[in-house]
């Protein structure tokens, strides 16, 4: 009886146990299929230089290798750009270079640049008589058509421009004196600096400011006219030797002439930089008498008809 009372209850004590154990194993099995399945990390994961990713059920994974320099790069690189971004982008670059070329035309190196406010204001005034001078031969031209046009006597009236004209042309070509207002320019050259280049120099300056006759040491100044000798050599004009002081001879308006032989970097500084004295003085009655032959010419005809 006692054993058997003894071993019911070790039986049923075994029945319990073996029904908790399986209840355990059953709610872990259901625990393990509602978890998301692990994913296995490399031994160097989490470490300074991995790049994090994200696993097939949204976990963090990193990925070994890469440096923070490294990932800067692969995020930088290759750009992507929109369409926005790429023309902000050029317009960027062509504002740009439309800057460099407005910073190097400005910067070019200009004789003007350092001149004092007076003689810009001369220089200025120089252009304004050249324009007028122009402005004055035009309507004389044009007065001169008109008279041809309304002349009852057409042939007399175009005789006597003939006339005129060729004066004009004998005094431009040195063929006849001249005599008007203008001035001289004498150069003293004790130093023996003064170049014939520095000479023709002051030529085209005169003729640019509108001189009508110029003459030189004796010699006439025309448009054929060539100035040879360099420095330490004697100056000649037209294969005639000339000697200092170089005495100008011009004809023209005075209130032009000076002043575009004194505009800053212009004829007087240059010859001043060679050591020799410059002087220029106005006159109202300047004489030309120094004359060249009449050249016919050989091969060129007139081609009116």
Avoid: C
């Amino acid at each position: 009886m006692n054993s058997e009372g003894q071993g019911g209850p070790g039986r049923a004590g075994e029945a319990v146990g073996g029904g908790a154990g399986q209840q355990q194993d059953a709610s872990a099995h259901q625990l393990r299929r509602e978890l998301p399945a692990e994913v296995p990390v490399g031994p160097a994961a989490g470490g300074p230089g991995d790049l994090d990713a994200q696993g097939p059920h949204g976990q963090r994974v990193t990925q070994p290798g890469l440096t923070g320099r490294q990932r800067l790069v692969k995020g930088l690189w290759p750009p992507r750009l929109s369409r926005a971004q790429l023309i902000v982008a050029l317009l960027l670059a062509g504002l740009g270079f439309g800057l460099a070329v407005q910073v190097a035309a400005t910067s070019d190196s200009s004789v003007l640049r350092g001149a004092r406010q007076e003689d810009l204001v001369r220089i200025l005034d120089e252009l304004d008589d050249r324009t007028e001078r122009l402005d004055d031969e035009k309507r004389r031209l044009e007065g001169q058509r008109t008279e041809l046009e309304n002349s009852s006597d057409q042939a007399e009236a175009a005789r006597k421009q003939t006339v005129e004209r060729e004066k004009q042309l004998g005094v431009l070509a040195g063929t006849v004196g001249a005599e008007g207002p203008g001035i001289t320019m004498v150069v003293t050259d004790e130093h023996a600096g003064v170049e014939s280049r520095m000479l023709l120099d002051a030529v085209q300056e005169l003729r640019a400011a509108g001189a009508e006759a110029i003459q030189l040491n004796g010699v006439r100044i025309v448009a054929g006219t060539y100035l040879t000798g360099g420095e330490g050599e004697g100056v000649s004009v037209d294969g005639k030797a000339i000697s200092p002081p170089y005495r100008f001879k011009v004809i023209g308006r005075p209130q032009d002439l000076e002043p575009a032989l004194h505009i800053p970097g212009g004829v007087v500084q240059t010859l001043e930089k060679e050591q020799a004295s410059v002087t220029v003085t106005r006159a109202e009655e300047i004489v030309v008498d120094a004359l060249r032959p009449a050249k016919q010419p050989d091969y060129a005809r007139s081609s009116s008809r």
